[in-house]
């Protein structure tokens, strides 16, 4: 009914929240009982208070209505009132040991928890990988991540809840030999490494590593019987020597430590009248007899040969192709025996007693 006069217009409603529930349920309860409950008058309003503040019906504003038999006691639903949104959660950044000690706090109420990522999981993956039955190379180039946020229906508590998938780097090498040797012939340190992927795959690379060869070994060439020359490589003796003419054995070495063609040396062995015998044994290297057996005493690198252990032993001189050397024993008549048990050699070089050389 709308109570108009001259002077004003209609009269409003006065809205006074009278009481208030904590649940719809409560509130039913009390309207239900009709003209018996008078702690709320009909057409006053009341409000569903809860304790979970995050309740779906908290802020409801009913107003208690005349059809009390109805399922909601008359109440009649008028609005909801609600509240500004709490703040957001704190989220900040710590170490495994850090989260650690501030799990033992007993200040606040808190979830915790801990893991791991590994292989068995499938949540640590290979940058690259075979796949299985086509044998085709694939690749994971790509952090995968997924989340939800969780709240229970009836509660303030909610969850966030993430994971992940991260790849880890795959690091394949490819190697290669290369000369030591520089375009000048000069023995130079050629290790190289250098990534040869296209670096498209954040979590994969392939390195090249060039690794220098082996350098040559030395080598024996050219036994010679010759007048004593300033060419030769410094020994004792070797100024008196040139002085008088004198006839000695010689060698040439070709060293490979620095040239890949060799440095050429030529060596010293002996005076012809110092030296009984020279043989290449069984296993190509160059054995000197000294006539002298004070010398023979006084070597350091010395063989058994024909029963005798006080060879001079001058090395290694070839792979049986190269040239060799065989001295006969001294004797009025020339050459009186020869080594005949040598691997074969294209040329070989027999001293006979004179000091001239000699021919099988």
Known sequence: MEYNSFYGGRRGASFIIVKRYSTIAEMVAAFS???DYKVVNYDEYVLID????????????????????NAMGGAVYEGQIVGPAGMAPHTEMHTIDEIEQIQTREDFTYRRGSGSYGKTGNNLVPGKYIESGSGVEKYNDEII????????????????HIGFKIPYTVIDYETEGVNPYDTNGNYADMTSTNRIDDETHPFYEKWKIWIPKGIKGNSINSIQLGEASSDIEDYSEKTEDIAN????????????????NGEISKKYIGKINEIQETVIDNRYHLLVYYSDPNVRRELINVATYD????????????????????????SDSGISSVANTMPPYSAWLIVEDDGEPGSI
């Open 33 to 35: 009982q009709g003209g």
């Open 50 to 69: 809860t304790e979970n503040k995050n309740d779906k019906d908290n802020g409801k504003v009913y107003r208690r209505g005349y059809e009390y038999n």
């Open 145 to 160: 991540w997924a989340y939800c946020s969780v709240r229970d229906l009836d509660s303030h508590e909610s969850t966030a």
């Open 245 to 260: 003419h004198r006839k000695v054995l010689t060698y040439e070495e070709k060293n490979y430590d620095n040239k890949q």
């Open 307 to 330: 029963g005798r252990d006080d060879w001079a032993d001058l090395g290694y001189i070839g792979n049986g192709t190269g040239v060799g050397a065989i001295a006969g024993k001294e």
